[in-house]
């Protein structure tokens, strides 16, 4: 192959980055499996190890090298920390969005170029689509796209990647829907062919996100309120909340109307939250505030968004697209506004907003 690169495959035990390594290899590149090894709290059962397990028996059945990567601290400290530090300042982050930037794109993708990779590859479903067809090998720009399969794509958790960055990235089951991929692992006879699919926080594992932040954040009794101001239950904390949510307090002056109860606003300082069963009407009579949405540390992957044009965006993984335009973009800052056609009280302060153009992600920033 003219085009034969080594490729660091960062390998977690799962189906789709063993299917992963297994597509490079049979593309005649020399692959390297890694696992990347990170923090876990000492109260949570240990399931890295199983994971090792897994990725290491693939790696034996492809006879490509298997190589473990430690990077706890990088974890801990650009991921969880953050986690927590963010819920305590009453805000909602994205814990997966942080993992790919400080982790699998941060110092997976320093170390692998730093000892030999031409590029890296994970399962991610998602794509890198050449800027211009026309442009020779060594001066290729990238953009990163949506993935095929509507149900599986993941570029939302990618936005903070660079285009510097995506010249030594590989996304090879993007293209394909999730059942191919199944199929892929049972040709290729894979030990992770019928392994079901990881859910919960990123390399933590499969644990609530409130039961992880009980373990950090002290509970606090407090009132729910109606959009009124008046106490109709309680809640073991306004920290814990994110607007859009209608679990997790309890109502205890019931009416006539048992509709369900939506989130609306939190205030946490006076650790309350305020409920509402009509999101819709709650939005519209907030609507000023609600369609003109101020994002920090923005990133722009390829191209600055042009002001006053149409695209959509995501607040949220598996959301819907909301028509948007953007204004009063900064650079220097890496800030922006982003106004949306319609109001949404679901928009949250650390959320990642996602801007897209077509299946092109432009990039995004974290709600102000």
């Avoid at 609600?290 to 191209?303: A, D, E, G, K, P």
Wanted: hydrophobic fraction near 35%; include cysteine.
């Amino acid at each position: 192959m003219s085009d034969k690169k080594t490729i660091f495959v960062g390998v977690s035990g799962g189906v789709d980055s063993s299917v992963t390594a297994a597509l490079l290899q049979d593309q005649g590149h020399d692959v390297v499996g890694v696992f990347i090894r990170t923090w876990q709290p000492d109260w949570i059962e240990c399931t890295w190890r199983d994971e090792r397990r897994d990725a290491m028996r693939v790696c034996a059945h492809l006879d490509i090298p298997f190589v473990e990567l430690d990077l706890e601290r990088e974890y801990k400290e650009g991921v969880a920390d953050y986690m927590v530090s963010e819920y305590r300042a009453g805000r909602t982050p994205n814990p997966d969005v942080m993992c790919n930037r400080e982790v699998k794109f941060g110092g997976f993708l320093r170390w692998a170029l730093e000892h030999g990779a031409d590029a890296v590859a994970t399962g991610h479903y998602a794509r890198r689509v050449k800027t211009n067809e026309q442009e020779e090998e060594s001066h290729k720009t990238y953009n990163l796209a949506r993935g095929v399969d509507e149900g599986k794509d993941q570029s939302y958790f990618l936005w903070t990647l660079t285009a510097e960055q995506l010249q030594y990235i590989e996304f090879p089951i993007g293209d394909m829907p999730k059942s191919n991929t199944r199929k892929l692992a049972v040709k290729y006879n894979l030990p992770t062919a019928t392994k079901k699919d990881s859910q919960g926080i990123c390399f933590i594992g499969e644990i609530d996100m409130k039961d992880f932040l009980h373990h950090y954040i002290e509970q606090k009794r407090g009132d729910v309120l109606d959009t009124n101001g008046n106490a109709i239950g309680h809640h073991d904390g306004a920290l814990f909340f994110t607007l859009g949510e209608r679990h997790g307090f309890t109502i205890t002056e019931k009416g006539t109307d048992d509709a369900a109860r939506y989130v609306v606003a939190k205030d946490v300082e006076a650790n309350t939250i305020s409920v509402s069963s009509d999101i819709e009407m709650y939005a519209n009579k907030h609507s000023k505030v609600l369609t003109n949405v101020r994002i920090n540390q923005c990133n722009w992957i390829s191209n600055i968004p042009m002001k006053l044009q149409n695209y959509t965006a995501q607040i949220r993984y598996h959301g819907e697209h909301k028509l948007v335009t953007l204004s009063s973009i900064n650079t220097k800052d890496s800030t922006a506004v982003v106004h949306f056609v319609q109001p949404d009280v679901t928009i949250t302060p650390g959320q990642s907003i996602v801007i897209y153009e077509g299946d092109i992600c432009m990039g995004g920033g974290i709600v102000a």
